[in-house]
């Protein structure tokens, strides 16, 4: 298909899109084999509205002799295959006079496919390397000496786009048409030993010999042309690029992927087949050589269904082998448990803090910075200490202040502040003679 | 040196495809020409490793149909025979090998055609309960059709361990020369009941137990181990947990 641009995806959804189908039946079919018969035979070009409908009769004569009302058939089928693009009109003239058609490009394929000349052989296969390899040298020879662009599209990248890819297609279609040989040759083998078992040995024998010699030759032309093949495309992709033709050198490079897949069918076919001739060959020699009669797999089936004793085959069972390993001793490990801490802490000494001894100088501080008045100490002490502590702290600087210095009071002591918040009776201190 | 090229025994012991053959021989694998190493060195060195597995109480078997395996005679090395189902698969396996119709595909067949051959030749009821092996006698149909699946495919990958076929890739079993074993009571001109005598005194088959289970038209001499990945059904009693081959004390 000529649509190198478009994805896959694209391509399913236009052929969904047109709707595209085909349907024939054998005398459709047959008529288009007819069709190519007649063009092959007589040299025709096209065919006008009678010819066609006189080669349909030719042909339902022979597919459906019983059958009535050809003409009538005939315009019928006629216009089935134009609907379907098999017929295409090829005059021009519309409704002006008859028409002239021909076979269109897929009902040649069709038709090609059911004829079966399309199978690889060994002389098809040398006649078409040896026509490929002709062309490349052409080619090659044209890319060497092409001065100019217009040169390198004519000379090289059209003959690689089309005499030289027709070529390689024509090859890669046969070897298709010879992989259908092989299904059929490997029905045919089955077939005959279906229906004559030890007589169909001699056959069975020479097909496959003949087989596995024609895959040999085919092979060996593949690998050895192929290597030439490749080394000339190799010589224009290089042209290409020492001239900077980038087409030419995307055509070479397909070509040659092509190339390479060819010569990969042939043996992978020959792969393929050399497992099947010796798997085939085997049966032969052990089945059908042996058993001539064919006794054995009716034998067998009785077994099977349970006819006569049961057994069963006995077989060795040795176990697998002691690798014997060399032992370390592994030490026991500990027990995991959590860490456990003593119920209760040690008892220690705690000195902490001789609250006394820091009252006492800092009372004694308070006198001897000047202040002879309760209220002045206990404001100088207290002073640091937050708001509720002070009451408590006042009566204890009252004591110490008494026991550091002499103290004198008014009979009708006076309430004076002491700092912030604080109301005291006032007594006068005495640093002097605290002793009395 | 012998014809072979293996003067010694040694120098086989020594060849290093030796160790993994020797395994594989012991654990009752069958070797033919597809295993194309180890058959070429069991032909070279044949005459060398009889005489080395004699010492072991076991014959080392070459058949005419091209396959090696190792038949312990002795008791130096353990013993077994197939289970019920396994020579049940083994032998219709044996039968497809004989078909034509197989030979267009290169010996290959697949699970549906192997089941189709069965149930061909014994019969859907009969097989479903062989391989059903289950002392109630109610078998949910579909349920019983798929045991019948899973075991043949199940039997089919002892069978393939044991070198009988070979599984290239799902659902495609090829067949390989050794399973012509499976029709050695068959392949004489003598009568089969004959053949069969020959080949216990051999040692190298065993009658199953003549008891059958209750309705059955073919008893298993070992039932097949159950299916743990099969899902459990409520509606079907589970396969018996028995032992899947009858094994002889070594």
């Keep these: 298909m000529a649509l190198p641009a478009r994805s896959n995806e694209q391509i399913l959804r236009l052929i969904a899109q047109q709707q595209v189908s085909l349907q024939l039946s054998t005398l459709e079919l047959g008529f288009l084999v ?17 010819q066609l409908e006189d080669t349909f009769i030719e042909a339902s004569l022979l597919l459906m002799p019983e059958a009535d009302q050809r003409k009538r058939r005939a315009t019928h089928a006629i216009k089935r295959l134009r609907e379907q693009r098999l017929l295409a009109r090829v005059d021009g003239q519309g409704v002006t006079r008859a028409g002239e058609f021909t076979l269109s490009r897929l009902a040649l394929g069709i038709v090609e496919f059911y004829l079966e000349d399309g199978v690889l052989t060994r002389e098809s296969l040398l006649l078409l390397t040896s026509s490929l390899r002709g062309a490349l040298e052409q080619v090659r020879d044209a890319a060497r000496d092409s001065p100019d662009a217009e040169r390198w599209q004519t000379a090289v990248v059209g003959p690689l786009r ?17 992989d259908l040989q092989q299904e059929d040759f490997r029905s045919e083998i089955r077939r005959l030993l279906e229906e004559d078992w030890f007589a ?15 895959l040999q030759e085919l092979n060996h032309v593949l690998l050895r042309d192929s290597t030439h093949l490749l080394a000339l495309l190799q010589d224009i992709e290089e042209h290409a690029i020492a001239a900077g033709q980038p087409e030419a050198e995307a055509a070479a490079r397909r070509l040659m992927d092509q190339v390479d897949r060819i010569a990969a069918w042939g043996a992978a076919r020959q792969r393929a087949f050399s497992d099947y001739f010796q798997y085939v060959h085997r049966y032969l020699r052990d089945v059908v050589r042996l058993d001539p009669s064919r006794a054995l797999t009716q034998r067998l089936r009785d077994q099977l269904a349970g006819r006569g004793a049961r057994f069963a085959l006995t077989h060795s069972a040795a176990g697998p082998l002691q690798m014997l390993r060399t032992v370390v001793s592994v030490p026991d490990k500990p027990k995991v448990v959590r860490p456990r801490a003593p119920r209760e802490k040690p008892l220690a000494p705690d ?8 009252l006492t100088e800092r009372v004694q501080g308070a006198l001897e910075q000047g202040a002879r008045a309760l209220s002045s100490v206990t404001a100088l002490v207290t002073e640091a200490l937050p708001a509720p502590e002070r009451f408590v702290e006042a009566g204890r600087v009252a004591h110490k202040a008494a026991q550091l210095a002499r103290a004198q009071s008014e009979i009708d002591r006076a309430w004076v502040a002491a700092g912030d918040g604080l109301v005291i009776e006032e007594w006068s201190l005495d640093p002097g003679d605290s002793s009395e | 040196m012998n014809k072979s090229g293996y ?21 009752g694998r069958h070797v033919d020409r597809d295993d194309t190493d180890w058959y070429a060195l069991l032909l070279d060195a044949q005459e060398l490793l009889e005489e080395f597995y004699r010492r072991y109480g076991c014959e080392l078997i070459h058949k005419t149909d091209g396959y090696f395996y190792l038949l312990p005679t002795g008791d130096k090395v353990s013993r077994k025979q197939l289970g019920g189902t396994d020579m049940l698969v083994g032998q219709a396996l044996a039968l497809l090998y004989l078909d034509p119709s197989t030979i267009e595909r290169g010996g290959a067949v697949t699970h549906e055609e192997l089941v189709a051959q069965l149930s061909t030749v014994l019969g859907t009821d009969t097989l479903v309960a062989a391989f059903n092996p289950s002392k109630r006698k109610r078998f949910d149909e579909r349920i019983a059709q798929r045991n019948v699946r899973q075991r043949v495919a199940e039997a089919v990958r002892r069978l393939a361990s044991m070198g009988f076929v070979d599984l290239p890739e799902a659902d495609r079993v090829r067949l390989r020369s050794s399973l012509m074993r499976f029709a050695e009571p068959v392949r004489g001109l003598s009568e089969p009941a004959e053949a069969l005598a020959k080949l216990v005194a051999q040692g190298e088959v065993a009658l199953a137990p003549l008891e059958k289970e209750e309705g059955d038209d073919i008893g298993l001499d070992a039932p097949d181990a159950p299916d743990d990945s099969a899902p459990a059904e409520p509606d ?15």
Excluded at chain 1, 162 to 178: F, M, P, S
Excluded at chain 1, 200 to 214: I, V
Excluded at chain 1, 351 to 358: H, Q, T
């Design chain 1, 34 to 50: 007819a069709l190519h018969l007649q063009t092959q035979g007589r040299g025709l070009t096209s065919f006008n509205e009678a």
């Design chain 1, 162 to 178: 089309v005499t030289i890819a027709e070529l390689v297609d024509g090859i890669e279609r046969r070897q298709r048409g010879l």
């Design chain 1, 200 to 214: 169909a040995l001699t056959r069975c024998q020479a097909l496959l010999d003949a087989t596995s010699a024609t």
């Design chain 1, 351 to 358: 000195e902490g803090e001789d609250r006394e001894a820091i």
């Design chain 2, 7 to 27: 003067a010694l025994l040694q120098d086989v012991i020594m060849d290093p495809a030796f160790p993994d053959l020797d395994v594989a021989l012991r654990r």
């Design chain 2, 236 to 250: 079907i009693e589970a396969p018996e947990e028995e032992a899947d081959e009858a094994e002889e004390p070594a």
